[in-house]
């Protein structure tokens, strides 16, 4: 199994930038996809990026531009670099290894699947 932990959540304001980063207990090498989704009070879970074990990347338009996702496969993790926050992107931030993020972009899915148990950023304006 794959034990996901994340962190870097917090509070900031509007602007300005946080960093989260998602480490897997082992090698994500062979991991099809891997994503951060986020979901704020009484809305439904959202991708927010995603990227494939062939380095292919989605984001969620209204990110598109501020956040990048990025894997170390050496370090067996997943950053999600987030600019210019604002008080939309305020929301609990999760980290998911496999068969959703490989649904939801197309990639192979080997039937496992993984979440982390989550980190909050609140932007506020």
């Known amino acids: 199994q794959v034990q996901l932990v994340e962190s870097g959540g917090g509070s900031v304001q509007a602007g300005g930038s946080l960093r989260l980063s998602c480490a897997a207990s082992r090698s994500i090498f062979s991991i099809n996809a891997m994503g951060w989704y986020r979901q704020a009070p009484g809305k439904q879970r959202e991708l927010v990026a995603g990227?494939?074990?062939?380095?292919?990347?989605s984001y969620e338009a209204s990110v598109k531009g501020r956040f990048t996702i990025s894997r170390d496969n050496a370090k067996n993790t997943v950053d999600l670099q987030m600019n210019s926050l604002k008080s939309e992107d305020t929301a609990v931030y999760y980290c998911n290894a496999g068969s959703t993020t490989a649904q939801r972009m197309g990639a192979v899915n080997y039937g496992t699947d993984y979440w982390g148990k989550g980190t909050l950023v609140t932007v506020s304006s």
């Open positions: 990227i494939t074990s062939g380095s292919r990347i």
